[in-house]
């Protein structure tokens, strides 16, 4: 599943080694990924150590947009949706958070070795985190989000970070071609992924919704999305969340590449 979750970023196989090296990432140093910015205007500050606030001990990270994506005007997190216990934001452009939500990406789609699996896990968990920092650094705050799910006090004290999706604005005429209306653009979600630890207790549900709910605030009239054709437990997720399959893969994608088949599901928007 591993190559399905990166498919999600745009010509990252391509740029991966080229985005890696300016972030200067090494495996032992993951704090390392996030190079310092002369711009104040389009960057955020996130601490080298959880220990250090100084000022001295924080680097600064480029993004695109406000530094504050995901903060009411009260300077509050806004959440998108809150139920079942679980709540969903947008990501906080941080370096320690930004690195939180590679690793939920990252265990959720490591396909695990016979050796030297925490090897390959953490040049994995680089690939997820270099291929996320591109994306919040080259996208407008209003075509890209990042959305995160954590718990409430009802359910944890920590208010871990538990769950990850990627919701992109998109053109793909592949796509438009099955929506029912002539709409320009959609809103792609791809990338869910929820801790093992904390699977079946609904977070992915939550995502989904929280992704409905960012569709009618950016003014988007449908949501696509792509799970793999025999993944039937995916699939009743997102039926269940008002997605319907349009489409799949040609069968030629699996017989002579050896690609798993996927199917196109598309819904409408709805206020949640």
């Known amino acids: 599943m591993a190559h399905h979750l990166l498919a999600s970023y745009p010509n990252i196989s391509g740029k991966l080694s080229k985005e890696i090296s300016p972030y200067g990432f090494t495996p032992s140093r993951p704090a390392n990924i996030f190079r310092t910015s002369s711009s104040s205007s389009s960057s955020v500050q996130c601490s080298t150590s959880s220990s250090s606030t100084s000022s001295t001990n924080r680097e600064e990270v480029g993004f695109v947009g406000s530094g504050k994506f995901g903060i009411d005007r009260k300077g509050e997190f806004k959440y998108l949706v809150s139920e079942f216990g679980w709540k969903v ?5 941080n370096g320690d958070e930004v690195r939180k939500a590679a690793y939920v990406q990252a265990e959720a789609f490591h396909e695990p070795v016979f050796l030297f699996d925490d090897f390959f896990f953490t040049f994995f ?11 919040l650094r080259n996208s407008p705050p209003d075509r890209y989000a990042c959305l995160v799910a954590e718990s409430t006090p009802e359910t944890s004290e920590s208010q871990e970070l538990v769950g990850v999706a990627d919701v992109t604005a998109s053109r793909d005429q592949a796509v438009l071609r099955h929506l029912p209306s002539r709409a320009p653009e959609y809103l792609y979600v791809s990338g869910i992924a929820v801790l093992k630890s904390f699977r079946r207790k609904k977070i992915a549900t939550v995502l989904l919704k929280a992704c409905d709910a960012l569709s009618v605030e950016w003014g988007f009239e449908y949501l696509a999305l792509r799970a793999y054709e025999d993944d039937y437990g995916a699939r009743q997720l997102y039926s269940n969340a008002g997605y319907r399959v349009v489409s799949s893969d040609p069968p030629w994608l699996s017989t002579w590449i050896g690609r798993k088949r996927r199917v196109l599901m598309v819904k409408h928007s709805t206020k949640t």
């Open 125 to 135: 968990q680089a690939e997820v985190l270099s291929g996320l920092v591109y994306k």
């Open 89 to 93: 934001r947008s990501l906080f452009r």
